[in-house]
């Protein structure tokens, strides 16, 4: 939007702010009205390059955003800020997961008559193994914790 307001400055159509995010709206859902036309070369050629980059760039990123969505809706990982205020949780970071470690201390931790109503919320960069998604997926825990896969420095807190 910046960028064709920018290059048309130089032209004798100038834009304003809502002229050319009109324009670069109706240009890139394939409109194209005509109502506003670049009418120097350097505006067209930007308008050229903007598209291929669209081109290129918007499916793969569509694609990410859809592949998260359904990772997230498969594992279960949504932690909204309303629910972290509303309910009683625990948060283990950890770097590794293994299935037997984790089990062990999920019963440890429900064993305690004064922990049954808390959430486990398990942070780790992995990716969940067969073993694990079945453990997750099992009635028992499937109501009570919570896999999130984080990326980078998310999980400042490491646990072995």
């Known amino acids: 939007v910046c960028g064709i307001q920018h290059f048309q400055r130089a032209g004798h159509r100038h834009l304003n702010l809502f002229q050319s995010t009109y324009y670069v709206v109706v240009t890139f859902s ?5 109502d506003f036309v670049p009418d120097i070369w350097p505006s067209q050629l930007f308008m050229v390059i903007m598209i291929c980059v669209a081109l290129i760039v918007l499916p793969t990123q569509f694609e990410q955003l859809a592949f998260t ?6 594992l279960g990982g949504s932690y ?6 509303s309910e009683k949780h625990v948060v283990v970071c950890s770097t590794t997961l293994h299935a037997d470690t984790i089990m062990d201390f ?3 931790f429900y064993a305690h008559p004064l922990l049954q109503d808390y959430y486990v919320v398990l942070l780790s960069p992995m990716e969940l193994d067969t073993t694990m998604r079945m453990i997750l997926q099992v ?3 499937a109501q009570r914790v919570i896999y999130i896969q984080v990326y980078g420095r998310d999980c ?3 646990l072995a």
């Not at 394939?30 to 005509?34: A, S």
């Not at 969505?69 to 498969?74: A, L, S, Y």
């Open 30 to 34: 394939t409109v194209g009205y005509g």
């Open 69 to 74: 969505w359904m990772e997230r809706q498969k």
């Open 80 to 85: 909204s800020s309303h629910r972290a205020q």
């Open 106 to 108: 999920l019963n440890e």
């Open 139 to 141: 009635p028992i825990w």
């Open 156 to 158: 400042p807190v490491r």
